[in-house]
């Protein structure tokens, strides 16, 4: 099955094909340019190298977050248009899953964190169970880095975009605990989003296209404005 992965969640543009168990194409770009600007030029990139015709691909999968809410928008709006004009079904996965999902069968506990701004970050916790399958041991967050660490009570792995602003920081907190993976590991790889995506799509876990939405986990500056204009404006 040919399945193509893309996240649009960090500045860290990533594009995949898969087909079947294995990696066809892999494209990352790392640069101050929009997602808007590049990704369908990245899509079309990876097609053609791959000699892969845009009929051929069996299903779409997309990182739907948490992660940048523009960069989300953009990547949710893309894939629904390309699975609507190919009719072929699309899979959505969380950006942490990936990023978790990329590092190899451990004992140590795995903590991707994205950074979210205002001085928090996205997290959740995962650990590798018997046979090699990971699992989600918490909720998908948006927190403080000082709330994190007070959470951390053994070795773990932090991967994800946070790291490059809250690395110094976790390793003068957790100097026993902290595990900081090199550079590669901190970007999620659009292989890893249409592998992920795959197995939904084969266990019949489709997207409604006509309703799925991100995953931001907090509200946005401008719902958050919205709230606090319209609470203050409730009679007492």
């Not at 860290?12 to 066809?24: F, I, K, N, P």
């Not at 605990?177 to 795959?198: D, E, Q, R, T």
Request: aromatic residues 8%; glycine residues 10%.
């Amino acid at each position: 099955m040919k399945v193509l992965g893309i996240d649009t969640s960090s500045p860290c543009g990533a594009v995949g094909l898969m087909d079947d168990g294995e990696v066809v194409s892999d494209y990352l770009l790392n640069i101050p340019v929009t997602h808007s600007e590049r990704l369908l030029g990245a899509i079309e990139f990876v097609l053609r190298e791959a000699r892969c015709r845009i009929e051929q691909v069996e299903g779409w999968a997309i990182a739907i977050g948490p992660g940048s809410f523009t960069g989300l928008r953009i990547g949710v709006s893309t894939v629904k248009g390309l699975a609507f004009a190919t009719g072929k079904p699309a899979a959505g996965v969380s950006t942490l899953d990936v990023l978790a999902s990329q590092i190899a069968p451990t004992s140590y506990l795995i903590c991707p964190i994205l950074d979210a701004k205002k001085k928090e970050v996205y997290t959740a916790f995962y650990r590798y169970g018997e046979g090699g399958s990971l699992r989600r041991q918490s909720e998908y967050q948006a927190i403080s880095p000082e709330n994190l660490v007070r959470q951390i009570k053994e070795q773990t792995i932090f991967v994800g975009d946070g790291v490059k602003t809250y690395g110094d920081f976790l390793a003068n907190c957790l100097p026993s605990f902290a595990i900081l993976p090199s550079a590669p590991f901190h970007v999620s790889h659009g292989s890893m989003v249409a592998k992920l995506g795959m197995e939904l799509l084969k266990r019949g876990e489709h997207l409604n296209l006509s309703a799925f939405s991100p995953l931001y986990v907090r509200p946005s500056e401008a719902e958050m404005k919205w709230q606090e204009k319209h609470s203050s404006q409730i009679p007492i």
